[in-house]
């Protein structure tokens, strides 16, 4: 079982930045990926950023340039630092863990970015 923290939503303007934070806990033996989706109103869940073993990076089209997303292994914590802030932005951010034993998700964190 996997616990997932996450911290850092909130409300900022356009251009702004925020930073997103997910701390992994439990009992699982190795992480294989760490990463971002978000869920805006009547839209799907769709990916954000993701991180794997070794530091290979994935990202949404729409955030490139402009999120970053990195890992502390020895916290097993997952950042995702957001600038240039839009308001297409907006949504609920989940952090997600995939595991040797399966696929966590957060319990999302809110992202609102005004014009």
């Known amino acids: 079982q996997v616990q997932l923290v996450e911290s850092g939503g909130g409300l900022v303007q356009a251009g702004g930045s925020l930073r997103l ?29 993701v991180i794997i073993g070794g530091g290979r990076t994935n990202y949404a089209d729409s955030v490139k340039g402009r999120f970053t997303v990195s890992r502390d292994n ?16 907006t949504a609920v951010y989940y952090c997600n863990v995939a595991t040797v034993g399966g696929s966590w998700w957060g319990q999302g964190t809110q992202v609102t970015v005004s014009s």
């Not at 190795?30 to 989706?37: D, K, S, V």
């Not at 950042?79 to 308001?87: C, G």
């Open 21 to 49: 934070s997910c701390t992994a806990s439990g009992t699982f033996f190795l992480i294989n990926a760490m990463g971002w989706y978000r869920q805006a109103p009547g839209k799907q869940r769709e990916l954000v950023a």
């Open 74 to 89: 020895a916290k097993n914590t997952v950042y995702l630092q957001m600038s240039s802030l839009k308001p297409e932005d």
